[in-house]
């Protein structure tokens, strides 16, 4: 459980799905400077900030190294870590190895499962469930084949002995062969009956009835369904598509659960 007393004005926010690096750089520039704008925003009010994985399309802690670029972004969330904002970043599928880096720079904590989540206050409580949401409910067998693949240690090892211009390329080439599928992710139909980290929710919520919000990234729909428990699926859309149509992200104050369109008219 992570536990947030929350100081009368602050806010804590949540936020999902950058994909920073995709689809081109060019692209991917312009929607890093939107985000700095947003957290430009939050800066103000925010007590803590909850980022909820695939904040970049492809991440891998070599040793010594990391992915180049997003400078503007990482210089951002250090700002925010000296201002006394704790970070919280769940790990998604796309930056799956994202070891201690963000940790010893930014003291940022990580998270690899999704976590409870209680915020307190002097007017109201809320009770959270929170993650990224790859991996989870049934189905999706080949993902999680891959996923055991990818975060198996020995086959982190053998990436590991690929120098970073080759093992980035390949990531890189990857991505660009699934541009397309990517892109209309977030425009399929939302389906009650088949999404299945809703049917993992659900689950969830069953044993867990003091849960209000369950809170995920990953599929990209945004999303705020009421559930027959009382509790509220929210899914945080992503940040990539066309004049930001999907991107979402959650403000909880002292008194309410806010769920936010962000605004782009001013970047």
């Known amino acids: 459980m992570i536990h947030i007393n929350l100081t009368s004005g602050k806010k804590v926010y949540f936020a999902s799905d950058f994909h920073l690096g995709f689809p081109d750089e060019k692209t991917s520039r312009e929607r890093e400077k939107a985000l700095v704008s947003w957290l430009d925003q939050v800066q103000s009010d925010a007590q803590d900030l909850f980022l909820l994985g695939d904040l970049f399309d492809f991440w891998f802690e070599y040793k010594t190294a990391v992915p180049r670029g997003f400078v503007r972004f990482l210089g951002k969330l250090s700002a925010l870590a000296d201002q006394g904002i704790t970070l919280h970043i769940f790990v998604g599928n796309h930056d799956l190895w994202m070891w201690d880096y963000l940790e010893k720079e930014l003291g940022a904590k990580i998270y690899r499962e999704p976590r409870d989540v209680k915020i307190s206050s002097s007017k109201a409580s809320f009770q959270l ?28 090892w053998l990436f590991g002995f690929l120098h970073p211009n080759v093992g980035i390329s390949l990531a890189n080439f990857w991505s660009s062969t699934r541009k397309e599928s990517t892109m209309t992710k977030g425009e399929q139909a939302f389906d009650p009956n088949t999404d299945y980290i809703l049917s993992y929710v ?11 919000a369950f809170v995920f990234g990953h599929r990209h729909h945004p999303i705020a369904l009421p559930l027959p428990s009382g509790a509220t699926y929210y899914n945080l859309g992503d940040w990539f598509n066309p004049h930001f149509k999907n991107a979402y992200y959650l403000q909880i104050d002292e008194n309410k659960i806010n769920f936010i369109h962000f605004n782009a008219s001013g970047v």
């Open 129 to 156: 469930h929170v993650g990224h949401g790859d991996g989870l409910g049934p189905g999706d067998t080949g993902y999680k084949i891959l996923k055991n693949v990818f975060t198996n240690r020995i086959a982190q």
């Open 202 to 212: 659900r689950e969830t919520a069953a044993s867990k009835p003091s849960v209000e």
